[in-house]
């Protein structure tokens, strides 16, 4: 029987709790598979999940073979604010772990591999409205760039080894089934948590810093479609830029407050 399976690692994140649920409500739970070196919470108990390290390629080399896996989907990674307390670790993981799924499809192990970039390959250069596709990079983060060169490495791999390597640069996503991971845009999901329990939240953003975000359900769409198109249809091979809605720290303050009225909020920029 060919492989058709799809493989989800760093599932337990916040991207992958939601794609992990949304590919099993499409194509069965079975056919579903999630890796990450963290149990799963309640949400995907059920299904088929093995625990191990992206940076270990034999053990997923294993799990790719046991479950006759076609695509994965590689959301590990260490975000941009919790990178910047570990530099050298966030850039090993985040590059690592690429390479070593490019690797296996190079190998003939996986047909077709997702892989998140972000918004973080643009610095401060970068235009700030109607950002084209080809712009200055020079990130500002080790996240940043650790994403900037993932997205050469993939366009390298689909070059030199036709690798059907396919990536979105997310912005801020915001969903509610998972908590925030240590990104810059988190933000905009712990202030809900926040919110509900403390009724307080010190942001370490100015509260008129503008940021792009998106809707989980809207990013894991994304996702789905890009892989679903015919690869001839895919003519970027670093990152797609992708664009929902912007909003600043202050805007969605005063929206949670008609909700929570007693909620308040101060600002600690980092």
Known sequence: MPANK???????????????????????IDNVVTVDLREPDHLLKEGHHEKLDA??????????????????YLLAAMLSA??????????????????????????????????????????????????PQESTGEPSTIYG???HAGESL??????????DVRSLRYPGLIG????????????????????????????FLEQATTLPMMYMPDAVRAAMELMEAPAAKIEVRKSYN????????????????QFVPGFTIDYAPD
């Open 242 to 257: 992708l664009s929902a809605m912007s909003f600043a720290p202050q805007e969605i303050a005063a929206s949670i407050k």
């Open 145 to 147: 760039m650790s994403k």
């Open 176 to 203: 509610h089934r998972s908590l925030p991971g240590g990104g810059t845009t988190d933000y905009a999901v712990d202030i809900f948590h926040a919110a509900l329990k403390d009724h307080y939240y010190t942001c």
């Open 154 to 163: 993939c366009n390298y791999y689909h070059k030199k080894f036709v690798v």
């Open 82 to 131: 919790t990178g910047e307390k570990n530099p050298a670790m966030a850039w090993h993981i985040n590059t690592q772990s690429l390479v070593n799924l490019l690797e296996l499809a190079h190998e003939g192990y996986i047909q077709k591999l997702f892989w998140p970039s972000s918004i973080a390959v643009f610095g401060p250069g970068a235009r700030k409205y109607d950002c």
């Open 55 to 72: 940076l270990n390629p034999e053990d997923i080399k294993v799990v790719l073979k046991k479950h006759e896996i076609a695509e994965v």
């Open 6 to 28: 799809r493989l989800i690692i760093g599932a337990c994140g916040q991207i992958g709790t939601d794609l992990t649920i949304t590919l099993r409500e499409k194509y069965g």
